[in-house]
């Protein structure tokens, strides 16, 4: 069965949170007749945002046309600072990760989760430099900071900074479709898969 792929972005959002589950997702959806994953962004209104170091990108929806998402991803970035104050972001945030099959926050995107309150006495990873943050967020989350990414709950993955989002990606693609589907897209897109997905 085709699974939704909806990547919150927003302003200020680094560019390789977002990228890289997008790049894996899809790549590993066309290298299958385009049957696995339907991967879209999605962010409050459907206006350019600016993530970090001035790339403009175009949301495909926003929070009032998105369809129904099976796997979130969250990015970070610095602007999850902000995001993380918008009433309304928050409220959606929680909304649809009652409705998804799996939640994943990359790199400091791990403030949404804190905040809806999926990290309370769960494990979680993020930047090496937003832990402290989410300490204050967080105080009875376990923070793993020796791991790439980390399972927080029945549904919910957590990862380290920026690029730790591509292992994570992988390792949730292993999970629903196994070994030889993550191979081929590894292998076509020239990555050294992580000794954590093995």
């Given amino acids: 069965m085709k699974k939704t792929v909806g990547i919150f972005i927003f302003d200020n959002a680094e560019v390789l949170d977002f990228a890289g589950p997008f ?11 385009y049957e696995l994953f339907d991967v879209f962004t999605v962010a409050k209104t ?3 945002i600016k993530a970090v170091n001035g790339l403009s990108v175009n949301p495909k929806f926003d929070f009032d046309n998105c369809p129904k998402i099976d796997i979130l ?16 972001i928050i409220k959606w945030i929680a909304n649809t990760h009652k409705q998804t099959e799996i939640t994943a926050s990359i790199c400091s995107g791990a403030r949404f989760l804190a905040k809806i309150g999926v990290l309370d006495n769960n494990p979680y990873c993020t930047h090496h430099q937003v832990y402290d943050n989410l300490k204050e967020l967080a105080p009875s ?12 709950n029945e549904k919910t993955f957590t990862s380290g900074g920026i690029s730790a989002g591509i292992d994570l990606s992988f390792h949730i693609i292993k999970q629903l479709h196994g070994q030889e589907i993550i191979d081929k897209t590894a292998h076509y897109m020239e990555y050294v898969i992580n000794s954590q997905i093995q």
């Fill in 23 to 33: 790049e894996v997702f899809s790549v590993t959806s066309e290298l299958n007749n």
């Fill in 46 to 48: 459907t206006a350019p």
């Fill in 73 to 88: 991803i969250l990015a970070g970035g610095d602007g999850t600072n902000q995001a993380i104050k918008d009433e309304t």
């Fill in 141 to 152: 989350g376990i923070p793993v900071k020796e791991k790439r990414f980390v399972q927080s």
